[in-house]
RNA sequence: GGGUCGGUAGCUCAAUCGGUAGAGCAGUGGCCUUUUAAGCCAUUGGUUCCGGGUUCGAGUCCCGGCCGGCCUACCA
């Protein structure tokens, strides 16, 4: 071990390599096997109740957060997947030798520490040491402790780090597990079958987005990754799985923003003899199940100050009644291509003037109605051509049985009486195909004329979901690893 | 893709009109046996994103590039 005091100091790396090479030199394994955790943190705190002084023995471990050294004595704090424990290390008690050593301990270092549970004057609930086992050393420092690490690049890149120091981060990413879960329960409680479906496929279709290519060597042809689940769980409706869901990832090529992610997680769920009225039970009382289990409230307080209630029956509004509120005008229907154009940039709409009739009308719909939707609200009633996958409406056939639910200003939840006529749903296929560059999924269709039962769908994005729920800025705060450019 | 704001020590941030690049935390050495962002003394650490330019002198001004945030566009 070297010894001079001319060696670089602010190297952080080389400070700590040398510390580790001086314990293996001492013949101490600085990555050491284990140390029997017999607790987490949050279980040894049970352990110890009000009235008593001190408790049974334990063993912690986890990575050192805080570490105020005090002479001959310290106290640690230790990090473990509960949360933080305090350890209180003395010199007399765990031998001068090893008080030595433990001094050169650093911020980051996993350890176990063996001892009973006892309160200190503040009364927090504290180890008191009688052993402790490094079981690996940390090479690197950790962020600045009162700050964190707030460069969202390096959030998103050392996601790890953001973990180990911004407990928020830690909280939201285990309330989407529990989110998840919670919407298998509910879905499995209800007799539906999770199966998983392909990722690779040579048609993607269930929705208009470009896909992903790439390219499949054993077979020489080209694949794309999916963009939607829905083809291949209707596939299972026609093979008699009659209540199926799946939970998986999806693949847009298109851009980032504050909602999309390139690669997010979609639930479907498809109930055969079930219709968009049913699936519109089936979601409120999911996402109402799941607020109340995974978060443990109805009521949803927002960054922007107010509150989403969730509670209840929710809103349901007709997509003709919200445009024509919004544009003030009772014959928006009717009137031509150029009127509606004019009327959009009265709204402050940036109008594209190649866009056909509907599309000018959902132009509305996203740009000034979907943003004031913070309530649970079903948009129903929507214009045929805008999905070609549901049924058309009995008494009026401009519409289909869908609605949109919105909720905290977004898109989060379709549901269609699905479409399973296999000569209407050829046709509107073939229209779309002609509009967007879409090959049509034949396999599909020949499924379809096998005969579907009637279903209600359902397409949930968990990703948004998650964004409200835990009151998320951003898309990118809700997934791990959120798609950046390669480094 | 467009607009806009930003990039300074390991981390979080300062630096006045263009005039010797600083602080806190972390690190290193020392004191300290119940601390809570522990405290006290001392101290190491810089390609100011990169490349040009203007200037006696550039972190600061100008041009180009790279990277990122936000907004926007694309988006069944």
């Known amino acids: ?52 002084e001190e408790g049974p023995e334990v ?25 933080q424990i305090q350890a209180y290390v003395r010199r007399d008690a765990i031998g001068e030798d090893e008080y030595a050593a433990f001094k050169k301990l650093d911020l980051g270092d996993f350890i176990g520490v063996r001892g009973k549970l006892f309160r200190t004057r503040t009364g927090e609930i504290t180890v008191r040491a009688e052993e402790y086992t490094l079981v690996s050393k940390s090479l690197r420092p950790l962020p600045e402790k009162w700050h964190g690490l707030t460069d969202n690049e ?15 981060s830690r909280d939201r990413f285990k309330a989407r597990s529990a989110i998840i879960r919670e919407i298998r329960e509910f879905l499995w409680e209800r007799e539906f079958l999770e199966v998983e479906t392909p990722m690779l496929q040579s048609v993607s279709g269930g929705a208009a987005a470009r896909p992903f290519e790439t390219h499949f060597n054993a077979l020489s042809c080209d694949f794309n990754l999916r963009i939607a689940l829905e083809l291949h769980l209707k596939r299972m409706l026609v093979g008699g799985f009659d209540r199926v869901f799946e939970i998986g990832r999806v693949f847009r090529n298109e851009g980032l923003s504050r909602r999309h992610n390139p690669e997010f997680t979609m639930l479907e769920a498809y109930q055969a003899y079930s219709d968009y009225r049913g699936m519109m039970e089936l979601t409120r009382s999911l996402i109402q199940r799941v607020a109340e289990k995974a978060i443990g409230t109805l009521t949803i307080e927002r960054p922007e100050g107010d509150v989403i209630e969730l509670g209840g029956d929710w809103r349901e509004a007709k997509y003709k009644d919200l445009i024509v509120e919004a544009t003030g005008r009772d014959d928006w229907f009717d009137l031509p291509v150029a009127a509606k154009l004019e009327c959009s940039k009265e709204l ?62 977004q898109e989060i939840a379709p549901a269609y009486s699905e479409q399973n006529d296999p000569f209407i749903q050829r046709e509107a296929f073939e229209r779309q195909v002609g509009e967007e560059t879409q090959a049509l999924d034949e396999d599909f269709l020949l499924a379809l004329e096998h005969g579907m039962p009637p279903a209600g769908g359902m397409g949930l994005g968990i990703d948004r979901l998650v964004i409200f729920l835990t009151k998320a800025a951003n898309i990118r705060d809700t997934i791990l690893f959120p798609t950046l450019r390669p480094a």
């Not at 990575?63 to 997947?81: E, N």
């Not at 790890?160 to 407990?167: A, G, R």
């Open 1 to 52: 071990m070297s010894e001079s005091t001319t060696e670089d100091t602010s190297d952080l790396f080389a400070v700590r390599k040398t510390k580790l090479d001086a314990l293996r030199e001492q013949g101490q394994n600085p990555f050491a096997d284990n140390c029997d955790q017999s607790h987490t943190s949050v279980q040894a705190k049970a352990l110890l109740p009000e009235e008593e």
């Open 59 to 83: 063993c912690v471990a986890g990575r050192i957060v805080t570490f105020r050294l005090m002479g001959k004595a310290t106290f640690l704090k230790l990090l473990d997947r509960d949360g």
């Open 154 to 168: 390096q959030i998103y890149r050392q996601r790890y780090l953001d973990l180990v120091v911004n407990e928020e």
């Open 348 to 409: 402050k709409i940036e109008v594209d003037p190649d866009l056909e009739d509907y599309e000018i009308t959902n132009d509305v719909f996203e740009k000034i109605i979907e943003h004031t939707l913070v309530q649970p609200t079903f948009v129903t009633h929507i214009p045929r051509e805008l999905c070609p996958l549901a049924k058309i409406t009995q008494d009026d056939p401009t519409t289909i049985d869908v609605f949109e639910l919105c909720i905290n200003g």
